[in-house]
């Protein structure tokens, strides 16, 4: 992580997510800039990159579920981590008395994500319950630490849903309540109001559209991300804000994969044929 922040550092200007609103909003020019989302709210956002950040003085933002900083529930892919998928998915296939050839982890996670939330989390309950399988421990951020990276001045803190469904699945009325009431609470948790969010999984159409965009608009969010993979340019839609993925590989393959831009998507294709996104079923 240090390597890659500092990669980062050494190639681009890194700026704060209010930067980037006043990018988007006020004519503020920024060139070569970068700015780093981290969604979910992970513990190791307290343990291993916060230190990073105050040491190297980089602003970031963080999408958190108040739901989940309140309770400690973990999300839904969150608890399967540990799970044998391939068990997983032969018991989601007897509920539905179909068959399911395994393909692999990502086919599952993807059939899952064609799920609503509450599907996925009673599948979830059933299968511990079946196989004897403790609730997974947790693995968000608290309050306190929430409270400590505010303090800090380097991380801005926005919301990320309640469950962390994907939208798109949902019905109007759990859309509604899934992305304002998450902006409602974390506003009340933090004592601040909540001008950014990240939609989960965050493709442009699979997992959200028109419908969420408005709502955030009632929401008053000012910025939005998602996880298309290419440069931000004031082309976007503030709402829809594109990003690139850094989470695997060394800081080697992370320039790589930002020299090569978009050319790195169909690359990826190439030479890792079928995607996650490829097993979703609408
Ligand atoms: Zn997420």
Same mark, same amino acid.
């Given at each position: 992580?240090?390597?890659?922040?500092?990669?980062?550092?050494?190639?681009?200007?890194?700026?704060?997510?209010?930067?980037?609103?006043?990018?988007?909003? $006020?004519?503020?020019?920024?060139?070569?800039?970068?700015?780093?989302?981290?969604d979910?709210?992970?513990?190791?956002?307290?343990?291993?990159?916060?230190?990073?950040?105050?040491?190297?003085?980089?602003?970031?933002?963080i999408y958190v579920?108040?739901?989940?900083?309140?309770?400690?529930?973990?999300?839904?892919?969150?608890?399967?981590?540990?799970?044998?998928?391939?068990?997983?998915?032969?018991?989601?296939?007897?509920?539905?008395?179909? /068959?399911?050839?395994?393909?692999?982890?990502?086919?599952?996670?993807?059939?899952?994500?064609?799920?609503?939330?509450? $599907?996925?989390?009673?599948?979830?309950?059933?299968?511990?319950?079946?196989?004897?399988?403790?609730?997974? $421990?947790?693995?968000?951020?608290?309050?306190?630490?929430?409270? /400590?990276?505010?303090?800090?001045?380097?991380?801005?803190?926005g919301?990320h849903?309640?469950?962390?469904?994907?939208?798109?699945? $949902?019905?109007?009325?759990?859309?509604?309540?899934?992305?304002?009431?998450?902006?409602?609470?974390?506003?009340?948790?933090?004592? /601040?109001?909540?001008?950014?969010?990240a939609?989960?999984?965050?493709?442009?159409?699979?997992?959200?559209?028109?419908?969420?965009?408005?709502?955030?608009?009632?929401?008053?969010?000012?910025?939005?991300?998602?996880?298309?993979?290419?440069?931000?340019?004031?082309?976007?839609?503030?709402?829809?804000?594109?990003?690139?993925?850094?989470?695997?590989?060394?800081?080697?393959?992370?320039?790589?994969?930002?020299?090569?831009?978009?050319?790195?998507?169909?690359?990826?294709?190439?030479?890792?044929?079928?995607?996650?996104?490829?097993?979703?079923?609408?």
């Open positions: 992580m240090e390597e890659i922040l500092l990669l980062l550092q050494k190639h681009f200007y890194m700026v704060s997510a209010k930067d980037l609103e006043n990018y988007y909003y $006020e004519g503020l020019s920024i060139k070569n800039a970068c700015h780093i989302t981290v979910d709210g992970d513990i190791s956002v307290y343990s291993y990159l916060f230190p990073l950040i105050k040491k190297y003085k980089i602003p970031i933002s579920s108040p739901y989940a900083v309140e309770t400690g529930k973990n999300f839904w892919f969150q608890e399967i981590k540990n799970f044998d998928m391939k068990q997983l998915l032969n018991f989601l296939a007897v509920q539905k008395g179909e /068959e399911i050839p395994f393909v692999g982890d990502h086919q599952v996670y993807a059939i899952l994500k064609s799920m609503k939330v509450k $599907e996925i989390n009673s599948l979830i309950e059933a299968y511990k319950r079946a196989f004897n399988i403790p609730d997974g $421990e947790r693995v968000g951020m608290n309050l306190d630490q929430l409270m /400590e990276l505010k303090a800090s001045g380097l991380v801005s803190i919301a849903t309640l469950h962390h469904p994907i939208l798109k699945n $949902e019905n109007d009325d759990i859309t509604r309540k899934e992305i304002l009431q998450s902006v409602q609470d974390l506003g009340d948790l933090l004592h /601040e109001e909540i001008k950014y969010f939609y989960p999984n965050g493709l442009p159409g699979l997992d959200f559209g028109e419908r969420e965009i408005n709502l955030l608009k009632e929401a008053k969010i000012r910025l939005a991300f998602s996880t298309e993979s290419r440069h931000f340019s004031l082309r976007d839609n503030p709402l829809s804000i594109p990003r690139r993925g850094v989470t695997k590989g060394g800081s080697t393959f992370v320039l790589a994969k930002l020299a090569f831009g978009d050319y790195w998507e169909n690359m990826k294709k190439l030479l890792k044929g079928k995607q996650e996104k490829d097993f979703r079923y609408q």
